[in-house]
């Protein structure tokens, strides 16, 4: 039985409650609701409250749609893309999982939701952190922020009163760490050692992160989970962004200010409109058309990680990896490749390849002689757009010469939906947090569960020293580009130089 349990914030008290020998508090607000004139600005400061606050329920989940992604029913069944809460503006809220609130200050864990930057939330049974606290001394935070054209659209270049509307939903993510750094003492964690970590949009967040002079000194270490981002949006593509979404809406430049105005119902479907129109042929782009951060200059300065990696958080050690067969959650199921066969490859995949289509489809071919035409269309666009830009970042990291860099690849099958999906995006998330028993998508192979326990401990690893290495894994080396060491997770662990190094070397080549 759940046993009540009072902390003071910097903003109040909050009580939460003792589940199975873990502290936990969910909904604690960091920032103000950004509602009314509040819409579109920069977080502001939370108002105090008297009393004590309930915190034993998570907030609201930000404004987004159902099933952005277009999943089939079978897998969306599957795959909890946030929680149950409702939708609303009024989002700004984290939630804490604690070891203990007395004692020695423990390594924080800081979690970034994935979905791209238009949905997800820090309350998906994913990501729960009880099992990280009950696995090792540590605090795991989750959060929600603004998300969508409500934290992203880029307006400043179009409209007077708009300064930072492009990069509102990051500055959420640095008020929430700057909650941590303010709070995190009193639920037991050390403010001095906050490890960043994300999947997908998630991992993107915390590549911006590594480059927003404003988040300095609020993290020392970084994980980025299938979620490469090396180039942003500049201001020219988030103005037209903007322009599109004020198109469909009815409204110049000069009316922007309705905007304001306007139900968030309204805002959701133009946003869901302009979202509509991204191109496959932009799928490795993808992080700079549609709504995303963007560079504007001042609170989002440039890369992150071109033409290097950031300056700013040069000495912030990275852990970086992929998933083997990250999109088969995303194309595995529609015709095209369902149906491939090795005379269609070539027309498919010109969207995504263009002039290089038949040398890649030939290269794939030959490294991999084995693989069906459906495998071969899943590994190239898996490639393209996730594995070659995550070690294109551990590259430009590397060549810092300032922190360590460690590189993995999950491939460990789920035999879950006669086993079409493989290693698939996302599917990593439950044995990070230990959540496999619970996760419908991890089936019930008992492989999963001493997976589950290895990984979670190696996170837990980096977030207490730095390095992922612990006494279940072989020695686990920094990565460098004579080697190329990278953990292979799977039902045996093991370390290779190197892996899928043929396809590696072609995307070098990839203007």
Partial sequence: MAADIVV??????VRGAMERGVSVFKGIPYAAPPLGTLRFRPPQPVEPWSGVRDATAYGNMAVQSENVFA???????IF????????SEDCLTLNVWSSGLAGAKRPVLFWCHGG???????????NDGANLCRADDVVVVSFNHRLGILGYLHLADLADGFEGAGTAGMMDIVAALEWVRDNIAVFGGDPGNVTIFGESGGGAKVCVLMALPGAKGLFHKAIIQSGPAVQMADRTDGTNTARQVLAHLGLEPSQAGELRKMSSA???EAQDTVQAGVSRAAFANRRRVGVNPVIDGKVFPGGPFAPGAPAVSADVPLMIGTNKDEQTLFIGHLPWVADATFDSLPEVLH???????AEIVATYRRAQPHMRADEIAIAIVSDLGVRALSLQIAE???????APVFVYLFAWETPVLGGRLRSCHTLEIPFVFDNVGPAEITGSDPARLPLGRTMSR???AFARHGRPGHAGLPDWPQYSTAERATMIFDTTCRIENDPYGTERRLWETTP
């Fill in 351 to 357: 969207q995504y390849l263009g002039a290089r289509t």
């Fill in 458 to 460: 190696a996170w837990l």
């Fill in 396 to 402: 430009r990291k590397l060549a810092q010469k300032a």
């Fill in 116 to 126: 791209a930057f238009i949905t997800g939330s820090g309350s998906s049974p994913w």
């Fill in 80 to 87: 909890p893309l946030g929680g149950e809460e409702k939708l």
């Fill in 71 to 77: 999943l089939p029913p079978d897998l969306l069944k």
């Fill in 8 to 13: 003071e914030t910097t903003s109040g008290k």
């Fill in 266 to 268: 309204r805002l959701l």
